[in-house]
């Protein structure tokens, strides 16, 4: 699975982007997706995460600090993940990674097997 994410930048706090991950090299609604960040000097953590669509049941979960604000989507004829992030605050500055998982995902963090190369949000107070 290669996965190319774009969308980063620099913006103001309060001000929004829309993050997206093309994927490709496997059947993209079997996948779980889902984005990780990394700030500087910090761990990477767990963002948001979708589960694969080709079921009944579609799930999406958010880490705490982003929820109410950021919104994961699929489009599947597209083989794209979105990442919508709103009122964005300096703390949302990191780079930012697309990633997939082969397994089932029902919320919280996931195991990716799969990580893109990373786009870099930036938000300036």
């Known amino acids: 699975v290669q996965l190319q994410a774009s969308g980063g930048g620099l913006v103001q706090a309060g001000d929004s982007l829309r993050l997206s991950c093309a994927a490709s090299g496997r059947i993209f609604s079997s996948l779980t997706m889902g984005w990780f960040r990394q700030a500087p000097g910090k761990e990477r953590e767990f963002v948001a995460a979708i589960s694969r669509s080709d079921r009944s049941d579609v799930y999406t979960d958010y880490t705490e600090s982003v929820k109410g604000r950021f919104t994961i989507s699929r489009d599947n004829a597209k083989n794209t993940v979105y990442l919508q992030m709103n009122s964005l605050k300096p703390e949302d500055t990191a780079i930012y990674y697309c990633?997939?998982?082969?397994?089932?995902?029902?919320?919280?963090?996931?195991?990716?097997?799969?990580w893109g190369q990373g786009t870099q949000v930036t938000v300036s107070s």
């Open positions: 990633v997939a998982s082969i397994f089932g995902y029902s919320g919280g963090s996931i195991v990716p097997q799969y």
